[in-house]
């Protein structure tokens, strides 16, 4: 990797007298450098050139970063009147009320945005440099203690903005890290980076097609394709983009409710008999938020027993439905897991359908983590019928990579979400406008505002294709199948469950050399119950690796390893293996 000093390519020999070929490779994408406003092609090109001197035609000396009083950048517009920051900007003695839309804030602005786009290229060249950390760690007193956080009524110069702005990247998570596994979402594409950099630009609501007219067409035909995907006959059906996957999975409680009682959308809870929801024992904690925010009742979702790999047990689901109907109450909900949080287990799906076909119940399947298998040849097998579903999750913030956030509800029956959440409002969805009113879509939503995330996926699809999201997929579950294989019957390491995880959730417990001599009690659990969290600690303080633990159920704290970013190598994991043997053994 390169110096930070060297920018993001250096064409230079390691003699510094520099390779002719690449030479001459760094001298054309100058010229297309600076055909660029401002001062963005001078510093494209300072980064192309590393430390070296830049040719002539490249405009001269590389403008101060934006941490100084100043900065400047030369015009190379040929175009007149030149709207390129040409002269020396001061940040000291200016204010947000100097850029636009203030008059002749053209140059600040431009120079301000170029700066912070500096501050933000610089933490995505390091995000991807393993010799950095991927957390500077301080504990929040200490944050609060060192930094003035407090909001003021006076404004701050722009000097010091774009210090704050240094100061908070300085203290992110760098969740983009090749070492980072803390997460179900990790990573950080380029690609999606700039479209949501692009979506932020327009600043626009994803509610009528008037206002977002891009955008909603590109939802559109997401949708239908993630529809197509699931193995719904013509991607037929609906959707909706929402803020994330606890936010799907109350959608689609809702949406099963209605159909089967449509008068509580009217009348309320009180309308209608005890409904009942059934999900795993390992499912996500949002099946009970959202029953608590539906009125429903943490108390009416039913939690089906596991097998030993954190797989629903249909016969158990069976039990329970017919248990249910027995008291008078109304079965509603089945929500299967597909890709489950902590084992990455998933539930069998068509055995559950038979049952929601039998008992006529709503089949939701919450494949927010293991969705992106779908575009997998290899590993789609692992969804087998998620097609016989009412309503499906998928989150691709997760498995596919793109940035958060972007949560698609799927629902296989058309016209059902707008019924259920429709309120008619006609000073936003009037029914006399000029163009189809079927793009309006925001009467289906439960927000009235909605953040634009289809751009991320779409542009990131086209970017890649499917079988980049295939490649990207594969890569991760044979890392996971390598940490698996390594670890399995090496000394100091215990797996959770038996076998190959069927995603990339690995789970484990590292057993200190302390510990191997004792019989497996309850004093050997009690003190093996600590080992996790005091080596996760140290890596956090280290900064070198994150990686989560957890206990579940009888078991006590374990490592639970996931693998969604594509820079990850065989390297890393082991050093992964490296670090937690470094930071447990003397426990």
């Known amino acids: 990797m390169a110096s930070p000093g060297s920018g993001f390519w250096s064409f230079r020999s390691e003699d510094g007298s520099g390779d002719p070929e690449n030479s001459g490779t760094a001298r054309a994408w100058c010229q297309v450098a600076q055909k660029f406003t401002g001062g963005i092609g001078n510093k494209l090109c300072a980064l192309l050139y590393g430390d070296a001197e830049k040719p002539a035609e490249s405009g001269g000396s590389q403008p101060p970063r934006a941490t100084s009083?100043?900065?400047?950048?030369?015009?190379?517009?040929?175009?007149?009147?030149?709207?390129?920051?040409?002269?020396?900007?001061?940040?000291?003695?200016?204010?947000?009320?100097?850029?636009?839309?203030?008059?002749?804030?053209?140059?600040?602005?431009?120079?301000?945005?170029?700066?912070?786009?500096?501050?933000?290229?610089?933490?995505?060249?390091?995000?991807?440099?393993?010799?950095?950390?991927?957390?500077?760690?301080?504990?929040?007193?200490?944050?609060?203690?060192?930094?003035?956080?407090?909001?003021?009524?006076?404004?701050?110069?722009?000097?010091?903005?774009?210090?704050?702005?240094?100061?908070?990247?300085?203290?992110?998570?760098?969740?983009?890290?090749p070492r980072y596994f803390n997460q179900l979402s990790t990573g950080l594409d380029m690609v999606g980076l700039a479209a949501d950099w692009l979506t932020s630009t327009a600043n626009t609501n994803m509610f009528t097609y008037e206002i977002a007219p891009v955008f909603v067409l590109l939802e559109y035909v997401t949708l239908k394709k993630m529809r197509e995907i699931i193995g719904w006959p013509g991607g037929s059906g609906d959707g909706i983009f929402s803020p994330?996957?606890?936010?799907?999975?109350?959608?689609?409680?809702?949406?099963?409710?209605?159909?089967?009682?449509?008068?509580?959308?009217?009348?309320?809870?009180?309308?209608?008999?005890?409904?009942?929801?059934?999900?795993?024992?390992?499912?996500?904690?949002?099946?009970?938020?959202?029953?608590?925010?539906?009125g429903i009742g943490t108390d009416s979702v039913i939690l089906i027993k596991c097998d030993e790999r954190g797989k629903m047990i249909p016969s158990d689901l069976e039990r329970r439905i017919l248990e249910v109907k027995q008291k008078?109450?109304?079965?509603?909900?089945?929500?299967?897991?597909?890709?489950?949080?902590?084992?990455?287990?998933?539930?069998?799906?068509?055995?559950?359908?038979?049952?929601?076909?039998?008992?006529?119940?709503w089949m939701h399947v919450d494949a927010a983590w293991g969705g992106g298998l779908l575009m997998s040849r290899k590993h789609k097998w692992k969804l087998s019928g998620v097609e016989r579903a009412n309503s499906v999750t998928w989150n691709p913030h997760k498995m596919m990579g793109v940035p958060l956030q972007c949560s698609a509800l799927l629902v296989r029956e058309e016209g059902l979400m707008q019924s259920c959440n429709q309120m008619h409002a006609s000073y936003l969805f009037q029914q006399d406008k000029h163009y189809d009113l079927s793009y309006d879509t925001g009467d289906k939503a439960l927000q009235c505002g909605r953040h634009v995330d289809v751009f991320k996926l779409w542009l990131m699809w086209r970017a890649k294709g499917t079988t980049g999201f295939e490649a990207h997929i594969d890569k991760c579950l044979e890392l996971a199948e390598y940490l698996y294989n390594i670890i399995k019957n090496r000394e100091g390491y215990e797996m959770v469950f038996d076998g190959k995880p069927q995603h990339t959730n690995v789970c484990f417990w590292?057993?200190?050399?302390?510990?191997?001599?004792?019989?497996?009690?309850?004093?050997?659990?009690?003190?093996?119950?600590?080992?996790?969290?005091?080596?996760?600690?140290?890596?956090?303080?280290?900064?070198?690796?994150?990686?989560?633990?957890?206990?579940l159920g009888d078991k006590v704290n374990f490592f639970r390893m996931v693998i969604s970013n594509p820079a990850a190598t065989h390297q890393d994991i082991d050093f992964l293996i490296e670090e937690i043997e470094r930071l447990g053994q003397d426990l």
């Open 510 to 551: 590292y057993v200190p050399p302390s510990l191997r001599v004792l019989d497996n009690n309850e004093e050997r659990m009690s003190r093996l119950s600590k080992v996790a969290p005091v080596i996760k600690a140290r890596m956090m303080e280290y900064g070198t690796t994150m990686v989560s633990y957890q206990p």
């Open 328 to 361: 008078g109450f109304v079965p509603f909900l089945v929500s299967a897991t597909a890709g489950t949080t902590v084992y990455g287990a998933f539930d069998p799906l068509l055995a559950v359908a038979d049952i929601c076909k039998k008992y006529k119940i």
């Open 244 to 294: 994330g996957g606890a936010i799907s999975n109350m959608y689609a409680m809702l949406i099963a409710r209605f159909k089967m009682f449509p008068e509580v959308k009217e009348k309320g809870m009180a309308a209608v008999p005890r409904l009942i929801a059934f999900t795993s024992e390992h499912s996500h904690f949002s099946l009970k938020k959202g029953a608590a925010a539906l």
């Open 69 to 177: 009083q100043k900065a400047a950048c030369a015009c190379n517009c040929n175009q007149k009147p030149c709207s390129c920051p040409k002269a020396d900007v001061n940040y000291a003695l200016l204010h947000a009320t100097d850029l636009l839309p203030a008059c002749d804030g053209e140059r600040p602005t431009l120079a301000f945005l170029q700066d912070v786009m500096d501050i933000l290229l610089q933490y995505v060249v390091k995000s991807f440099d393993r010799s950095t950390k991927v957390i500077d760690f301080h504990y929040p007193n200490e944050l609060l203690q060192e930094y003035n956080w407090e909001l003021a009524d006076q404004p701050q110069n722009l000097e010091e903005i774009l210090m704050h702005c240094q100061t908070t990247l300085k203290y992110a998570i760098k969740t983009g890290h």
